[in-house]
Each structure stands twice: as C-alpha cells, then as structure tokens.
C-alpha cells in the first residue's frame, strides 16, 4: 500500500517540473475523463497535420462497446401483435357480420322532424309491411295567424294505409305524440309503447272524444323482443332523456339491424337512478348494425350535458333564501324536474299548488302509474293559496315559454282567477328558450318584473334533455353502425352532426342528410335516395280542434302583410257602364282620412276598365269579377308596391 500511495503522489510533486502530459497516466481513476480528452486532442491533431491516427481500431472498439445488441424477436409475440390489430379492426368494424347475400332491403321516409325542431314521425317499410315511428306535432310560427299547432301531412299514409302494421312510440313528448288523435280520426292502427307515453295518448284520446281507440294500445316491456306483423322484431331499450320512461328502439329486419336513439342524453345519475340501457346498445352494436338513427338536437355542444339531479343543489340554495311564495315553471313533461321542485319544496315547509292544466295531468299520471311518489296531504288547491302564508307556498305552474294562454302568462298581466304577482314573489323559470320563444318571454318577464317580483333563470336551474356531441360519439362508438342517418333537428344540427359521424369512424359516402319526404333505401350493401314522397303541415285550431285550410292561412298573411280592398260595382248589362259610384272599403292600405281620394281613384280605374271592356264579358260575372280584380291589383301595385286581397263584387243589372 505504501509503495502503491508513493507511486500516485510522486507524479504531483514532479508536474511543475515538466510538460510532457502523456506521464499522467498514473493518475487516480477519477481523471480518466481528462485522459480520454488528451488523447481525442492528440487524435486531432494528427488529423490535421494529415497523418492518420494509429489508435482508431481501439476508437471503433470502444465505441462498438456502448452500442447495444439488437433484441433477439419473439416470432410468437410478432404473431399475437397481428392477431390483435386484428381483433380490433373486427370489433370496429363488425359490418363483415351482416348478410351481404341479402336481397332484403328497407325504406326509411321522414315525414316530419327533419328541416324543423318537432313533429317527429317516421315511416320504416318494406316490400309487404311499415311502421310509423312516433306521430308527433309541432308550433307554428309568428306569421301563422291563428294557428295553434302543426300536425304532418298524412297524404302518404293514405297511399299505404294497407301496409301498416303498428304505431311505434319512443316517449311522450308532444313533439312525438301529439298528432296522434288527428291521425286516429282517420285512420288506425295497433300502438306498441311503455306505459306512460299510452297513458298520455289515452288523455289526448279522451279530450277529442276517440275514447273507444284505447283498444289499439299495446304496452310493452323494456329488453324484450316483439314481433311487429311478418317483417319487423323490435325491442325498446331504456333511455334518459327530459321525460320519464323513455325508449330507444333497435328494429331488426331481413335487411338488418336499424338502431332508433329518439331523444336521449346520457344521464349517469338520473333522478330515478334508470340510467340508459347502454349494454343493449353495445350488444347490438357487437353483432352489427345495418344503420343508426340518431339525435341531433344538441349536436353543436361541445360540453357533455349536465345529469338532471344537478339542478337539485340550486334549487336547493333557491329556496332556502326565499322569504315569500315561490313559482316554478317549467316544462310539465318534464316530470323529475317537478319531483325535485316539490321534494326541496317539502323540505323548507311549503305547500304546493300545481296549476296549468298539462301540469296536474302530467303529475297526476306520473303519480297513478308510481312514477313518482308523494303524500296527498303536501297539495292545495289554488283557491286555498291566499289562506296560507306566503313562506309556506309553492306554485308549480306551466308557462315557462311566455305562452299568451297560459297561467304565469295571465298571473303576470293580473288575470289568473286566484293567484295575483306580488313584490315578495321569486319566479323561478327552469327551462331553456325554445327557438322563436324568446319575444314572448321577454315580454312576459317584463310583466312579473313591472308586478314587482324577483325573477331567477340561472343556468344552473336548468339541464338540456338531448345529447352534446360527447354523447353522440358514445352512441356512434356503441351502435357502430355501418350507415348513419342524423335526424331530429334544422339542417345545420344534422350537418354538425355528420361531422360527428365521420369523427367515429363512419365513412363519409356511408352518412346521408335527409329532408322530410325524402326516401331513404337501406340495404347491406348500400344506402341511397329513391324518391320523395308528398309532405307538409296541416294547419290546427286548437280551440275546436278542427283543421284549418291552407288557402285560409294565406289569405291571413295576405291580410296581415298586404291589407284587402272591397268593391262593390253596379253596372248596366245595355251599355256597360256603372250605374253609380262604386263602394270601396279598405284595411291595412291606406288611413281612414283617405278613404274617400281612394274610392274616387278605384271609381276612375273600374271607369276605365268598363270602356275598355271584352265583349261579351259582362254576361260571364266570374270571368267579370276576375279581370276586374287583375286591374285593380296593378293600379295598386304601380301606386303602392303591395299585392293585397282584392275583392270584388259585381251586381249587372
């Protein structure tokens, strides 16, 4: 060791005595680093001085030292690799299990529901058989004078009325179901559907007097199969949505399986704890599925939509600062909403009051069939309100939409029969604006505000009932379905939803945009368009439930948008001129101070008209009446710009 510590501590004491660096090889092996680094420095310059170095063999060897040896392959992981990629593309594409062999093919026809938000209805149909998948309405726009609601054109029914076999309902939605008894008074068919959207049709049977077509109902139970006539297997799947007991539907025909979402959302924490039947959904989706259905209502939401039993915490928080009475609206279909309303209601010491007339049918359902469940002793009647403490009143009322006719509407204007707004009332409206709503809103807003009291509409008091497009791509990637066709919604929701598509994997050739009438053929081996069929809206007045034609719609708009004209002519069948003055009454055309320069102009034209009469025409009064009323829409069209309704009558003598 002595010898050993000599020989390391002798070159220090003799580095100052020389230059020669290559001596430093003694040195402790901690300094090899900067041996290494003398020597690449000596390399180098024997490089520039152009000889070449003698020491590169033990370069290459040291340097081969660090280099790893490839890994030896394991030929059978190799193979189980492959077998697995396999495997996946198999599970994602589980097409290769339909019958490619198959000459069996079904037409799919939107008669509703497509280009619109509501009045779903749906014909499925094959060579001897169809079915109609909901029947629903929809709500007419501004320029629809007093029209209350919308129903489909049922002409196309009326040209397969032998073929149908049965009426299949999703759920109870007006906009599925609401056309039923306009549909019934005409024609009818076997309905299949869960208990609660039949009970709601029941109601609607008993309101238009059709109580003896209660015998068509067939209600169904979830995760079973029925057979539908000769050509159709079909089985209702639970699914959430913003009604209780509501259904997807998967139809399965010789041409395949054809997945039906209707309205849904994947709600994991329902109120009712059902959560959507999502393992039917994989299982069909395993053994192939010809083509989806799929709702597109909320398809431009990024954000996944919220569980229904959120919006309990706020109303929670609501009530429990409330000093007064409390009014809730909302949808009344939307039965879990109410549950929560009264259930927070209970808690903090208040009576409820339903009132609206959908609102205690809806409720009054949901309680018989024990969808949900409260003591009869928590209600009161709307005339028993004023007796109690304003602390201890809850008012579950309809009117959520400013709808003119409705109970917070007229509770809001002071003509409700027993409830009037008062400054300590907080106004709760828990829903969404429905497109085309928003005027009727504001305005009723304007109201309970001017009465005094506080309104809330927070959004965290209230959660979507569609699917965002999260949800749509757990459907996609669920139903895997081979072809795809968005429904339910206006053009731009099924585009984005295409794009949703074609994200998941469903090729874009294999996506069509529908519109309402448009016949779609779907087979194992290709989907195209076939035909459009005859479609359009049918004109209801609610308030005796009778149609309303269409050319009296048109006159209406006419009239609200043009103004009309009557004139009355007296004219001599000798010579054929007018035996005195014209009568001329106006609306909407000019003001009241110029009623009398407008007849004296409508006298000079029907003058003029008169010497420049065909022969022979006076004897015809229709052809008469007809040229007359083609020139005077020109005078006014020259002079005004406008097109009223003009109506003459003619009196030859």
């Known amino acids: 060791m002595a010898e050993e510590n000599r020989g390391q501590t002798a070159p220090k004491a003799d580095a100052p005595k020389t230059e020669s660096k290559p001596h430093n090889n003694n040195r402790k092996p901690n300094n090899n680093n900067r041996r290494n680094n003398n020597q690449n420095r000596n390399a180098g310059d024997n490089r520039q001085s152009g000889n070449k170095p003698n020491n590169s063999g033990n370069k290459n060897k040291n340097r081969n030292r660090h280099r790893r040896a490839p890994t030896p392959i394991d030929e059978q992981l190799r193979t189980f690799t492959t077998k697995n990629q396999e495997a996946h593309k198999q599970r994602l594409n589980p097409h290769y299990k339909l019958d490619l062999n198959s000459k069996a093919k079904v037409r799919i026809t939107p008669l509703g529901g497509l280009g619109e938000i509501g009045g779903n209805i749906t014909v499925f149909e094959t060579e001897k058989e169809a079915i109609l998948i909901d029947v629903g309405m929809s709500f007419p726009d501004e320029s629809m004078h007093g029209v209350d609601i919308l129903i489909p054109d ?38 299949y559907g869960t208990p609660l959207p039949l009970a709601m049709i029941g109601n609607k049977f ?101 569980s229904e039993l959120s919006v309990g915490p706020a109303l929670d928080r609501i009530f429990s600062k409330a000093e007064g009475r409390i009014l809730l609206s909302t949808f009344s279909s939307n039965i879990h909403r109410v549950q929560q309303a009264i259930q927070y209601g209970v808690k903090y010491g208040r009576k409820v009051c339903v009132i609206g007339r959908s609102m205690e049918r809806n409720i009054e359902l949901a309680m018989q069939y024990d969808y949900v469940k409260f003591p009869k002793n928590i209600f009161v009647d709307a005339d028993e309100v004023g007796r109690l403490n ?32 008062k400054p300590t009332d907080l106004i709760i409206l828990s829903s969404r604006a429905i497109p085309g709503n928003e005027g009727s809103i504001s305005g009723m807003l304007n109201h309970l505000q001017r009465a005094g009291a506080r309104v809330e509409m927070s959004k965290d008091i209230h959660v979507s009932g569609h699917a965002s497009i999260e949800e749509q791509k757990l459907m996609l990637r ?5 072809f795809f066709l968005p429904i339910h919604g206006e053009y731009n929701h099924v585009m984005r939803h295409r794009e949703t598509g074609m994200m ?28 459009t069929v005859k479609t359009g809206k049918t004109y209801i007045d609610n308030q005796n439930n009778h149609q309303i034609a269409d050319d ?28 005195s003055k014209p009568k ?20 000079d034209v029907v003058e003029v008209f008169l010497m420049n009469i065909k022969s022979g025409l006076i004897e015809n009064p229709r052809a008469f009446e007809a040229d007359l009323r083609q020139v005077v829409r020109k005078h006014i069209f020259r002079k005004m710009k406008r097109y009223p309704l003009i109506v003459p009558h003619v009196l030859i003598h």
């Open 552 to 579: 009296i719609v048109l006159d209406r708009q006419k009239l609200a948008s043009d103004g009309v004209v009557m004139l009355v002519v007296e004219v001599s069948e000798q010579n054929s001129k007018m035996l």
């Open 206 to 306: 008993d309101e238009h007097h059709l109580k003896e077509h209660r015998k068509y109902f067939n209600p169904i139970v979830k995760r079973q199969i029925y057979e539908i006539g000769n050509d159709f297997k079909i089985e209702w799947m639970h699914m959430t949505h913003s009604i209780i007991d509501s259904s997807s539907l998967a139809i399965t025909t010789d041409a395949g399986t054809i997945i039906h979402t209707g309205d849904f959302k994947i709600d994991y924490t329902p109120v009712d704890g059902y959560t959507a039947d999502l393992h039917r959904l994989a299982y069909y989706g395993d053994k192939g599925v010809l083509c989806l259905l799929s709702d597109s209502t909320n398809s431009h939401n990024p954000i996944p939509t919220g």
């Open 154 to 191: 049922f002409s196309y029914l009326r040209e397969i009325k032998h073929k149908i076999v049965a009426i299949i309902i999703t759920h109870a939605h007006e906009d599925h179901i609401g056309a039923m008894p306009y549909l019934f008074k005409e024609m009818q068919f076997p309905i």
């Open 390 to 421: 304003d602390k201890e009143v809850l008012i579950v009322t309809t009117g959520s939409q400013g709808e003119a006719n409705s109970a917070l509407f007229r509770m809001s204007i002071g003509e409700h029969r027993h409830i009037k707004i």
């Open 504 to 531: 998941c994997g469903v090729p874009e050739r294999n996506i069509l945009l529908m519109t309402d009438g448009e016949q779609i053929e779907v087979a194992p081996k290709y989907m195209r368009k076939v035909k």
């Open 478 to 482: 669920l139903v895997n379905p081979k």
């Open 584 to 603: 001329v009454t106006t609306f909407g055309i000019v003001p009241d101070r110029q009623d009398k320069a407008f007849a004296k102009e409508m006298e």
